[in-house]
């Protein structure tokens, strides 16, 4: 079995009890534990100077290597480029995406400068799987190292459609980079519908039925693997978290009212304001849960220093602050709104009790809150998921209650329906849902990419 070489933005640190370790970081660590070798990224530290040095830890088989950032590349490159340009773009925002050079410019440093740090590390046979949108040059930068090994690229965000892709300045030359890659991954089969697009329609390239694609001089190989989450675990999680202190003060808390349940990073992307939206016009179209039902929306904050992110807090402080200033009564509050984060232990305990899971955002790659919230059910008395359709896993959990999330209407009335839902629909529902998640799980999905990368350069070579 070859070595693996992860590299992501964030690594996950080496304590694998870290509860609160997302999706990603349980497969990579899996993966690297199979196979033994090296995760590389950032520490989430910056530094003066312009040639930081890898920290090196060992655990067992697995060597975790990070690095600062040198100021102030780290802050065009992270809260702009990545965070200003790319990510609005690829969540369908052009009207909050911001366009500068230098961002460009240091984005392009950076993944150089990763490139170059991770050299020293690489052996001719390793297989070599770069992650998400903070890193697509890098492939490249390796390539004009001279490095032969397979590898491969899986992007978390969605792909945007061609047309929103071009009002990016340099969309040609980062797509360019993308396909330098033997094997890039994709979260849904419209992200590589919108890929096909523009390798099309705008690279003037070519698709093979293998899902071979040639365009700029290159071939590559482009799939879509749907990114999943630890169902077994999660669903034990759930178990042991009900009995828990925290779990039951919850559910005391609520005092026999229907819980609904909101877990989201604080971003735009998520379609919070609309949920809040939603959750308003069903107090105001079905009174009879006034005082009935709790909406607990869970937020962490996220990349704080990103103007947009400081905007949609405000936003939202205000509407949670209104509905409840609007409809709370001296015994009932209707919103709880949490700016903090939980371990997934916890939350697989809140789900559980949750009737409702809301996981409506207006674009989003794939969405695993949308899973684990289905994992982590009671399979006697499973709540309802009400799902976005412009979240990747509505691609595959289609017995959810799916929603167009910009509708405040068709929220409410989905909110509404999912209260109701008599216990054998639930049932049915979740059971589909259930086994869906337990065929395509997190292992699934790490395994199928790897086998592709490793058959991916003799795929290349016969096209
Ligand atoms: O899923 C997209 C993603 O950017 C991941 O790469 C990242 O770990 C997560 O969102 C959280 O974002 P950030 O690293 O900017 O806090």
Request: proline share 5%; net charge neutral.
């Amino acid at each position: 079995m070859k070595r693996l070489i992860v590299v992501s933005n964030r690594v996950t640190p080496s304590d694998e009890g870290n509860a609160s370790a997302g999706g990603l970081a349980v497969a990579v660590l899996a993966a690297l534990k199979q196979r033994g070798g090296l995760w590389f990224g950032w520490n989430g530290e910056t530094c003066q100077g312009t040639d930081p040095n890898p920290e090196i830890v060992k655990a067992g088989s697995l060597t975790f290597a990070t690095l600062p950032m040198p100021e102030p590349d780290f802050d065009l490159y992270y809260n702009g480029y990545a965070n200003r340009s790319l990510w609005p773009l690829f969540h369908y925002r052009t009207d909050l995406a911001f366009f500068d050079h230098n961002f460009f410019e240091a984005y392009l440093r950076i993944n150089g400068l990763f490139a170059t740090k991770l050299l020293p590390f690489l052996q001719e046979d390793d297989l070599i799987w770069i992650h998400d949108y903070h890193l697509i040059p890098m492939g490249q930068h390796l390539r004009d190292a001279g490095m032969k090994q397979p590898i491969g690229f899986f992007l978390h965000t969605p792909f945007p459609a061609m047309e929103i892709l071009l009002t990016l300045p340099n969309h040609k030359s980062l797509i360019k980079s993308l396909c330098a890659y033997d094997l890039v991954g994709f979260q849904s089969t419209s992200d590589l519908r919108a890929f096909h697009d523009y390798i099309i329609h705008e690279a003037g390239g070519e698709i093979f039925e293998s899902g071979v694609v040639r365009a700029f001089g290159r071939t590559t190989l482009a799939r879509v693997f749907a990114i999943s989450i630890d169902t077994k675990t999660i669903a034990q999680q759930s178990i042991r978290a009900i009995r828990t202190k925290a779990v039951n003060r919850l559910s005391k808390s609520l005092n026999e009212r229907v819980l609904v349940i909101g877990v989201d990073r604080l971003d735009y992307s998520k379609g919070l304001a609309q949920r809040f939206r939603g959750y308003e016009r069903l107090l105001k179209h079905y009174p009879e849960n006034l005082n009935q039902v709790v909406f607990l929306q869970i937020a962490p904050p996220s990349r704080t220093e990103v103007p947009e992110y400081v905007d949609i807090r405000h936003e939202l402080e205000t509407l949670a602050g209104n509905i409840n200033g609007y409809f709370a009564e001296f015994d009932w509050i209707p919103v709880r709104y949490l700016n903090k984060g939980y371990t997934m232990q916890r939350l697989a305990g809140f789900y559980r009790i949750g009737r409702v899971g809301l996981v409506t955002p207006l674009r989003d790659g794939m969405n695993l809150v949308a899973k684990e919230f289905v994992a982590a059910q009671n399979p006697a008395d499973p709540g309802v998921l009400v799902l976005s359709r412009f979240a990747g896993a509505a691609q595959e959990l289609t017995e959810a209650l799916i929603v167009n999330p910009f509708d405040v209407d068709d929220l409410s009335n989905a909110i509404q329906r999912a209260i109701t839902m008599p216990l054998e629909e639930r049932r049915k529902r979740w059971g589909a849902m259930m086994e869906t998640l337990k065929k395509n799980d997190i292992f699934s999905w790490r395994d199928s990419f790897l086998s592709e990368l490793e058959k991916a350069p003799a795929t290349l070579e016969g096209a």
